[in-house]
T-cell receptor
Framework: ETGVTQTPRHLVMGMTNKKSLKCEQH?????MYWYKQSAKKPLELMFV???????ENNSVPSRFSPECPNSSHLFLHLHTLQPEDSALYLC??????????????FGAGTRLSVL | QKEVEQNSGPLSVPEGAIASLNCTYS??????FFWYRQYSGKSPELIMF????GDKEDGRFTAQLNKASQYVSLLIRDSQPSDSATYLC?????????FGAGTTVTVRA
């Protein structure tokens, strides 16, 4: 147990559905991240929130919409996805700032299948 | 040029042997370096981090960093079947981590 909890663990959705992924961290960290992991590819950073402000949006299509209501919670809202969006979506958190090592701890991930 | 490059493997080693994994990175301003282990279908878990040149040992794992050569490695001594996994090298610059594609290690009993 890393202290980062993701729900749901598995999600199957059609291309016209709207769903949300949830991430909660219990580590007192001030930064949270969404990553996408597709087969045989490196982890792709999607979004970064630091102190509840989005600091990075890595050219992610608008059908993915993040939300960070506070430092402990992060959401990824999904709508009109494509089959190529099927992947493992990972949330991570870390403590950032001067003197920190910014070690990222990952949740268990949501395995998403888009039909 | 990829930001972080690793040999994709698979790397097959007999039980009890040393597994050696390599990683190179392109950004000279990178500040710290991480090795994560990922079992099939699971999320990455941190094994080690290193930020100074030289060696850092933790149990059966040793990380080595050479900033001049932009090279970081991981040695796994006395490899066990439970070490069979994909090992991800990650490089930090500010708040951002860049990951390699991973090296898959198989330890033969």
């Amino acid at each position: 147990e890393t202290g980062v909890t993701q729900t749901p663990r598995h999600l199957v959705m059609g291309m016209t559905n709207k769903k949300s992924l949830k991430c909660e961290q219990h580590l007192g960290h001030n930064a949270m991240y969404w990553y996408k992991q597709s087969a045989k590819k490196p982890l792709e950073l999607m979004f970064v929130y630091s102190l509840e402000e989005r600091v990075e949006n890595n050219s992610v299509p608008s059908r993915f919409s993040p939300e960070c209501p506070n430092s402990s919670h992060l959401f990824l809202h999904l709508h009109t996805l494509q089959p190529e969006d099927s992947a493992l979506y990972l949330c991570a958190s870390s403590q950032v700032g001067q003197g920190t090592k910014n070690i990222q701890y990952f949740g268990a991930g949501t395995r998403l299948s888009v039909l | 040029q990829k930001e972080v490059e690793q040999n994709s493997g698979p790397l097959s080693v007999p039980e009890g042997a040393i597994a050696s994994l390599n990683c190179t990175y392109s950004d000279r301003g990178s500040q710290s370096f991480f090795w994560y282990r990922q079992y099939s279908g699971k999320s990455p878990e941190l094994i080690m981090f290193i930020y100074s040149n030289g060696d850092k040992e933790d149990g059966r794992f040793t990380a080595q960093l050479n900033k001049a050569s932009q090279y970081v490695s991981l040695l796994i001594r006395d490899s066990q079947p439970s070490d069979s996994a994909t090992y991800l090298c990650a490089v930090r610059n500010d708040y951002k981590l860049s990951f390699g594609a991973g090296t898959t290690v198989t330890v033969r009993a």
